[in-house]
């Protein structure tokens, strides 16, 4: 799909937040400025949260709990990590059951570390829009 603008990947995040369930596994790649966080902004706006949403780049996760969402969520943002034996650390693959994990730069982990149940890739495009493109654990790609 063609993203437009700013809130229009915001207004993607809403809607897809919808979709997500406890223990699933969004991992979102794209270069710097793509709309990582913007997505991940809109999910947690969707979930129900009405705060400000910061890229975790330096403290790496950050948790949103219920009642500030209606699903407890992990927002990671793995830029920084060096590899695979930086995230064990964090746990973020530990059980995840109870919550939604969103991942930034989760490319940087590799396929071995976990499976995803959602991954999304966000290509800026020469006008300024994206392209996002994902694909299912299934391997089914949409668009």
Known sequence: ??????????????ELAGT??????????GPLGAG???????ILQGLGFSGEVASPSYA???????????IAVAHADLYRL??????????LA????????LVEWAGRAGPEYTVPTL???????????RTVQMKTEENDATD
């Open 60 to 70: 790496i996760v950050h948790q949103y709990e219920p009642p500030e969402v209606s």
């Open 20 to 29: 997500l369930h406890a223990g699933d596994w969004i991992s979102i790649d």
């Open 94 to 101: 530990d059980e995840r059951s109870d919550r939604i994990t």
């Open 1 to 14: 799909m063609i993203l437009k603008t700013e809130e229009d990947m915001r207004a993607f995040g809403r």
């Open 119 to 129: 991954s999304i890739d966000i290509q800026p495009q020469p006008d300024g829009s």
């Open 82 to 91: 060096d590899g695979v034996a930086d995230l064990e650390e964090l746990g």
């Open 36 to 42: 990582k966080t913007v997505l991940c902004a809109g």
